[in-house]
């Protein structure tokens, strides 16, 4: 059973642009998390996603945005990109026919965003 | 608000000794106790999940304690081994209508041969 996959798994932008980052769940499950992580404040939740249904954010601004497909695919998109977003963006899928069980989540390798 | 808090100093220990780890949380009252564990640039892994109403969880040479009255888990390695060097996160769980888990800065394991 193939795992989360997340891409691109590298890159580089610069301030004031915008990033799209991708993420496929683990065949069958239909909730996909993201995380941001960074040295100084640890693994913080961005959204979680199920059957193409934000069901909960974090604590991030409105440049921070999420969308699910029919397939469970997940996207998320940064616009006008800060220093401060350089991070590693993890996703996570989670199973349950019910979408709601107890929670654990497996990660993909994540997508490691620096920003100039 | 939620708080969760894991040793932030590294945990040096010689191979084959006991690792202990440990996750106290406050403002919150989770029904299960996630652990999992990560590599420099990877992302986590599960390993262990133990429900409120369980006091000891074990699977191989992990051991989970959970402690609802102290708001504490401890996570064991017994017979630790180098390849056990890593990054290890706590996430306390209240089942509710999402699956948004808030984690806990994490502990650094380094195992000596």
């Known amino acids: 059973k193939a795992g989360v996959t997340q891409t691109p798994r590298y890159l580089i932008k610069t301030r004031g642009q915008q990033v799209t980052l991708s993420c496929s769940p683990i065949?069958?499950?239909?909730?996909v998390s993201w995380y941001q992580q960074t040295p100084g404040q640890g693994l913080q939740f961005l959204f979680e996603y199920f059957s193409e249904t934000q069901r909960n954010k974090g604590n991030f601004p409105g440049r921070f945005s999420g969308r699910q497909f029919s397939n469970s695919r997940s996207e998320m998109n940064v616009s006008t990109l800060e220093l401060g977003d350089s991070a590693l963006y993890l996703c996570?899928?989670?199973?349950?026919?019910?979408?709601?069980?107890?929670?654990?989540?497996?990660f993909g390798e994540g997508s490691r965003l620096t920003v100039l | 608000s939620q708080k969760i808090e894991q040793n932030s100093e590294a945990l040096n220990i010689q191979e084959g000794k006991t690792a202990t780890l440990t996750c106290n949380y406050t403002?919150?009252?989770?029904?299960?106790l996630q652990w999992y564990r990560q590599d420099p640039g990877r992302g986590p892994v599960f390993l262990l999940l133990?429900?409120?109403?369980?006091k000891e969880k074990r699977k191989e040479r992990l051991k989970v304690t959970f402690d609802t009255t102290l708001k504490q888990s401890l996570f064991h390695i017994t017979a630790s081994q180098p390849a056990d060097s890593a990054t290890y996160l706590c996430a306390p769980y209240k089942m509710d209508s999402s699956y948004k888990l808030i984690f806990g800065s994490g502990t650094r394991l380094l195992v000596r041969p």
């Open positions: 065949s069958g499950h239909r909730s």
């Open positions: 133990i429900r409120e109403n369980e």
């Open positions: 403002n919150y009252s989770p029904a299960y």
């Open positions: 996570a899928s989670s199973g349950g026919l019910a979408g709601v069980g107890t929670g654990e989540l497996f």
